[in-house]
């Protein structure tokens, strides 16, 4: 009887085994992960785009993690993370575009970041010569953030001046 129970249960297992291997999912295949953001924030990329076009600059979708450093608020928010296209400097051009259930609230939380750049806690994340770039845009805020010390491809010398041209400016104290 233990006998019959081993054998039945080993071809129950093995034969388990081949339907499984049988009907199992095929190889995976490689496929090109695109981007998906809000439709305020994808606007407000293709105004960013166009602002920077000016200089003959592009902008990508950010290739390596980046997260700077952010107000409580803003850290909560729905974000694109984009990269100036910068050749001989590759670690920087970050613009983060956050998004806001409604102007108002994305005016708050711009308030916020920027006393939040301007206070000790946020000022020591950065070198000592960092400027901060906060645009109110509709419902995003658009942020960029430049060391001019640190810059080493002259290229991104425009980019504060051509996003300048968006939205509204939240001053970040001094």
Same mark, same amino acid.
Request: aromatic content about 6%; glycine content about 8%.
């Given at each position: ?9 080993r071809?129950t297992?093995?034969?388990g085994c ?9 190889? !995976?295949t490689?496929?090109v992960a695109? !981007?998906?953001?809000s ?5 407000t990329?293709?105004?960013v ?8 600059l592009?902008?990508?979708d950010?290739?390596?993690?980046f ?8 850290t909560a928010?729905?974000?694109g ?8 400097? #590759?670690?920087?051009?970050?613009i983060?575009v ?10 708050a939380a ?10 000790? #806690?946020g000022?020591?994340?950065? #070198? ?8 109110l ?16 491809d002259?290229?991104?010398?425009p980019?504060?001046g ?7 400016a939240i001053?970040?104290p001094q």
């Amino acid at each position: 009887m233990a006998i019959c129970a081993a054998v039945l249960v080993r071809g129950t297992v093995l034969g388990g085994c081949g339907v499984a291997a049988s009907t199992g999912a095929q190889a !995976p295949t490689a496929t090109v992960a695109v !981007p998906s953001y809000s439709p305020a924030v994808a606007e407000t990329r293709r105004q960013v785009v166009a602002a920077l076009a000016v200089s003959s600059l592009q902008l990508q979708d950010a290739t390596q993690p980046f997260r700077p450093p952010e107000s409580p608020t803003v850290t909560a928010a729905t974000r694109g993370v984009f990269q100036v296209i910068l050749p001989a400097d #590759p670690s920087h051009g970050y613009i983060v575009v956050y998004e806001f259930r409604d102007a108002a609230t994305a005016a708050a939380a711009g308030a916020e970041l920027a006393a939040y750049l301007g206070t000790g #806690p946020g000022r020591i994340q950065f #070198p000592p010569d960092t400027q901060h770039l906060i645009r109110l845009l509709g419902t995003t805020l658009v942020t960029y953030s430049w060391s001019p010390a640190n810059s080493t491809d002259t290229r991104s010398d425009p980019i504060p001046g051509d996003l300048a041209t968006l939205g509204t400016a939240i001053a970040v104290p001094q």
